[in-house]
Nanobody
Framework: VQLQAFGGGLVQPGGSLRLSCAASGFTLDYYAIGWFRQAPGKEREGVSCISSSDGSTYYADSVKGRFTISRDNAKNTVYLQMNSLKPEDTVVYYC????????????????????WGQGTQVTVSS
C-alpha cells in the first residue's frame, strides 16, 4: 500500500498548481482522500477531503473558492487544483486515505486517516 503525492513546486502569487495523489497496491475508490498541509513548527491542518461514498467534498475556510479536489478512479488518483495561490500557501502538502466515513465535522481529523503519502513542497513566491 503506497500513496505518492507530487506536483508541488515554485509558483508566483496568483498562480496555480495541481497536486496529485496516486495510489498503488489498493484501489482508491473505496477510500476517502484528504489533503493536509504543515508549515515548519506548526500543526498539520486539513486542507480538503473527498469522500468515497458520494464524492462529497470538504474544504478548509482558508482555501474555499481557490482549491478544488477531485478524483479519477480510472487513474487511481486524486487531485488538488490550487488556484489564486498566496504566499501563506507555502507549506508541505500531504495526502492520506481513510476507510472511515467522513463528514463535515470529521474530515480534518488526522486520527481518522490510515495511510499517508510523503509530502510535496509548494512554494508561492515572487
Amino acid at each position: 500500500v503506497q500513496l505518492q503525492a507530487f506536483g508541488g513546486g515554485l509558483v508566483q502569487p496568483g498562480g496555480s498548481l495541481r497536486l496529485s495523489c496516486a495510489a498503488s497496491g489498493f484501489t482508491l475508490d473505496y477510500y476517502a482522500i484528504g489533503w493536509f498541509r504543515q508549515a515548519p513548527g506548526k500543526e498539520r491542518e486539513g486542507v480538503s477531503c473527498i469522500s468515497s461514498s458520494d464524492g462529497s467534498t470538504y474544504y478548509a475556510d482558508s482555501v474555499k473558492g481557490r482549491f478544488t479536489i477531485s478524483r479519477d478512479n480510472a487513474k487511481n488518483t486524486v487531485y488538488l487544483q490550487m488556484n489564486s495561490l498566496k504566499p501563506e500557501d507555502t507549506v508541505v502538502y500531504y495526502c492520506a486515505t481513510t476507510g472511515h466515513g467522513v463528514g463535515s465535522s470529521s474530515w480534518f481529523r488526522e486520527v481518522l486517516y490510515d495511510y499517508w503519502g510523503q509530502g510535496t513542497q509548494v512554494t508561492v513566491s515572487s
